[in-house]
């Protein structure tokens, strides 16, 4: 297998920065330094941590280093007919540590699941510089506390990722998109009648004007399935959902104003968010283009059950993640203490108190 | 019966009379048990060579009761051990000499069911089977199938994030949750998750999800359903040999088909099986895998002649396709009536729960089959081979002296054994007490201190369930199967007793 290991390096590296109590940004492939907020200090280079370590299709497991691309892993998923089920956003390139700590997931996450669910086990360098190893390459594992998935979506500031072994899963024969004329939320529920029917539903989106769906299975099930629903077929299904995923439709495009995300509960109605929204998740994932009042926004997400996040384009200095109620603050600042007790990976990179 | 808590886990100050006092203040009459006759019940769960009696039993009835318990102990330092109902197969729920033992058992309330949003809102003390059958009227179901299913609750199966024979295509436990609201060691009432799909901040519901009673109490569970599969197809195949079965396995998967259900059952496992419920088991064939299809009927129509069609190459020489949902049922009751199959042909059976990379399987199979001569104690093998969870069955006779502690100790090997494949200790049943000593095997020094740190964050004084799931340094050097890390030789500052 190719690649290089360099987490001796690397693990020394935070070993002397805990001594010294000086901060490390840790840095993939910079694909989403826009994500999170602002964090300080030297910058701990993880992109030279590379290769696929393990990769064995028919245990559908694969184990890499954190710094190997996304796009190595896509190859040589693709020669094998697997893939990520999660199809975490590329963003232009990507690390799998890097999508593994900030924890985003595709436009097929309702249905395949989350990057979360996926991680079957990793290894981790903590606060002290020391490089440990937790879960493993099996389905099922409950010897001690999952400490793998609890590092998904912790960006970084528990621990520094150095090698991930995820779920891998075939990939399906055949996609078919579907456009359909359809209000939002009239669309969502018919989503959901055509999922428990057994339609291979693997994406539902809707624009504001139309639904966006993409179904992924064997060419018989699609064939049945297009029967029943109908609509405009789309060509390259491919194109539009991975320019979904990755921010590349030209809703995204006016790169100046900032991209706010929504995460709520199933078959929310969602009408009450003005503005242009793209919804996504079968209206479970919005984003929301332009200024909005951060306290009015997160208050009305939190009213429906659910978040909003300051995805991108707002001032990094300021809070961007929904602020955590009380008892909450306190398992997450002991937790930091428990893994990073100086304070040095990611500081202030999800919240501002650790 | 020996102690199989150690000093070090049983060094709280308590004393009991203060402890009955402050209960009696803050539970219901009814929801005390301090005599030994009615506390008896209590003094083992699924896994009853282990037996310990708690100093009392408090039974809450209310969220407010379980808040009062806990704040009380929390000041009292005393220690406190959650039960649902009881099925651990690791002994997690084995009370703890100096503590509490605090049954969630009557909180049994299915408080909602969102048959749109496919939600199912319970109390911990709820039947993972109830929640299905609730469910059903609206083509819905919880995924999550552990064989104890008609009995174990919904707020165990959370804390041992409990599997299943469908877990490779539906995922486990923590999969499947959404949500949960726990009472902290402090008393304090904290809800974790949402019904969206991701809270802001730290994953905790990974963190509570397979805990084992060590981080908090569950008090409320959110769940997401699922609708019934509209097809399903259960095919049973035969092998002349083990490794042409495991192989098979492999086979399947590398043609990029994921079944609902894939279990595997060795010879004496399908024989016992056909005695007991006459499912219609080849009984010459050295092993048979149970394969379970389920989607929309056009493409279920694909995969079964696909699925024929490859085992039949991968040298199958019998495969059956049950024709009637009844024939159906009949495939999987000898797989379900296993262990209680098991049950009549032994006086007493210890079942194990380690998970391999199935690639290792028929060599695990073979140095098993060593171990079991070598002990003397004949081992019965049912296996989910979809993901690797292999539950062999220690047959033995537990009045015969000797025989208990020489099964466990060849569970013991046999964990060992899957940990040296790259496997791990506990699949699905939790390590308990059961397995404390092999996570020393498992887990070097560092990890074992970080797990010790993250449960601190939650729980402090270490009240919650102590002596259990993650072991203490001290009882890994004595131990003496620790890990051994870069060749050093492990907690060299750590007296050996």
Not at chain 1, 134 to 146: I, L, Q, S, T, W
Not at chain 1, 272 to 294: E, I, K, M, S
Not at chain 2, 431 to 453: D, L, R, S, Y
Request: glycine fraction near 12%.
């Amino acid at each position: 297998m190719s690649g290089q290991d360099i987490s001796h390096d690397l693990a020394a590296r935070v070993a002397e920065a805990s001594q010294s109590g000086t901060a490390l940004t840790i840095h993939g492939s910079g694909s989403k330094t826009f994500y999170g907020r602002a964090s300080r200090g030297e910058t701990l280079a993880v992109d030279g941590h590379t290769g696929i370590v393990n990769y064995e299709p028919t245990e559908l497991v694969l184990t890499a280093r954190a710094g190997t691309p996304l796009a190595e892993l896509d190859e040589a998923l693709a020669a094998e007919g697997q893939q990520m089920p999660f199809d975490p956003p590329r963003f232009g390139g990507g690390t799998l540590g890097g999508a593994i700590a900030t924890g985003l997931s595709g436009p097929g996450r309702p249905w395949l699941g989350a990057a979360r669910d996926q991680v079957l086990g990793l290894r981790l360098i903590n606060g002290r510089g020391e490089h440990m190893r937790f879960g493993g390459e099996v389905m099922k594992n409950v010897a001690g506390y999952d400490v793998s998935r609890l590092m998904a979506g912790a960006l970084g500031t528990l621990g520094v990722l150095t090698e991930v072994s995820l779920k891998v899963l075939p990939r399906p024969e055949a996609e078919l998109g579907l456009r359909l004329n359809l209000p939002v939320m009239e669309g969502f529920s018919q989503v959901e009648d055509w999922f428990r029917q057994g339609f291979p539903v693997t994406g539902a989106a809707h624009d504001g004007s139309h639904l966006h769906l993409r179904l992924s299975g064997s060419q018989s099930a699609l064939q049945a399935a297009g029967q029943t629903i109908g609509g405009e077929h789309v060509a390259e299904v491919a194109n539009w959902w991975s320019a979904l995923r990755d921010q590349a439709l030209p809703f995204f495009e006016d790169a100046d104003t900032p991209l706010w995300r929504v995460s709520l509960p199933p078959l929310t109605d969602s009408s009450g968010f003005d503005g242009p929204v793209l919804h996504d998740w079968n209206g479970q994932q919005l984003w929301l283009r332009g200024a909005r009042d951060a306290a009015a926004l997160r208050e009305q997400a939190a009213s429906l059950g659910g978040h909003a996040v300051c995805f991108r384009g707002g001032d990094q200095e300021d809070a961007v993640f929904h602020p955590l109620a009380a008892p909450l603050q306190t398992f997450h600042r002991r937790l930091k203490q428990a893994f990073d007790p100086a304070g040095i990976l990611n500081p202030g990179r999800m919240y501002a108190d650790f | 019966m020996v102690s199989v808590y150690r000093q070090e886990d049983h060094a709280f100050e308590v004393d009991r009379e203060t402890l009955i006092q402050g209960l009696r203040e803050v539970l219901a009459p009814d929801n005390l048990l301090v005599d030994d006759e009615a506390m008896r019940p209590f003094e083992c769960d699924g896994l009853s060579a282990y037996r310990q009696m708690p100093l009392v039993v408090a039974l809450p009835s209310s969220i407010d009761e379980v808040q009062a318990v806990l704040a009380l102990c929390s000041r009292l330092r005393v220690p406190v051990v959650a039960r649902g109902a009881g099925t651990s197969l690791s002994a997690g729920a084995l009370p703890h000499p100096q503590g509490v033992l605090l049954s969630l058992s009557r909180f049994n309330q299915i408080l909602s069911i969102d048959e749109r949003r496919r939600l199912a809102r319970v109390q911990p003390g709820v039947r993972n089977l109830a929640i299905s059958e609730a469910a059903a009227p609206y083509g819905l179901y919880y995924a999550p199938d552990p064989s104890s299913q008609i009995t174990c609750s919904i707020g165990g199966n959370v804390a041992e994030n409990a599997g299943g024979v469908h877990c490779l295509k539906y995922g486990l436990t923590v999969h499947n949750v959404l949500s949960v609201t726990m009472v902290t060691m402090e008393g304090e009432l904290v809800t974790l998750g949402s019904e969206a799909l991701d809270s802001p901040g730290f994953d905790l519901m990974a963190a509570i999800t397979g805990s084992e009673g060590m981080l908090g109490v569950i008090v409320d569970v959110t769940v997401k359903l699922l609708p019934h599969p509209p097809a399903k197809e259960v095919l049973l195949a035969g092998f002349a040999d083990v490794e042409t079965a495991g192989n098979a396995v492999a086979g399947i998967i590398a043609a990029g088909i994921i079944p609902g259900g894939l279990e595997m059952m060795d010879n004496p496992a399908i024989r016992a099986a056909e005695d007991f419920v006459h499912a219609g088991y080849p009984v010459d064939a050295a092993a048979i895998l149970i394969c379970e299809l389920d989607g929309n009927p056009a493409e279920l129509q694909d995969q079964l002649d696909k699925l024929r069609i490859l085992l039949d190459r991968l040298g199958s020489n019998d495969i059956r396709v049950a024709k009637t949902p009844e024939e159906q049922a009949s495939f999987w009751a000898g797989r379900k009536a296993a262990f209680p199959a098991v049950g009549r042909i032994s006086p007493d059976y210890y079942c194990i729960d380690g998970t391999i990379p199935r690639k290792r399987l028929a060599e695990v199979l073979r140095r098993m089959q060593e171990l079991s001569d070598q002990y003397g104690q004949r081992v019965v093998n049912v296996f989910h081979a979809g993901d690797g969870n292999l539950h062999p069955l220690v047959l033995y006779d537990g009045n015969v002296p000797g025989e208990f502690d020489r099964t466990e100790e060849l569970g013991g090997k046999i964990l060992e054994l899957c940990v040296e494949v790259g496997g791990t200790v506990t699949g699905e049943h939790g390590v308990g007490m059961e397995k404390i000593n092999q996570m020393c095997v498992q887990f070097p020094e560092a990890e074992i201190t970080q797990f010790h740190a993250l449960k601190a964050a939650f729980d402090p004084h270490g009240l919650l369930n102590p002596g259990k799931a993650i072991p203490t340094l001290s009882r890994c050097a004595e131990f003496g199967g620790m890990h051994v890390h870069d060749g050093q030789l492990p907690h060299p500052d750590i007296p050996r007793f």
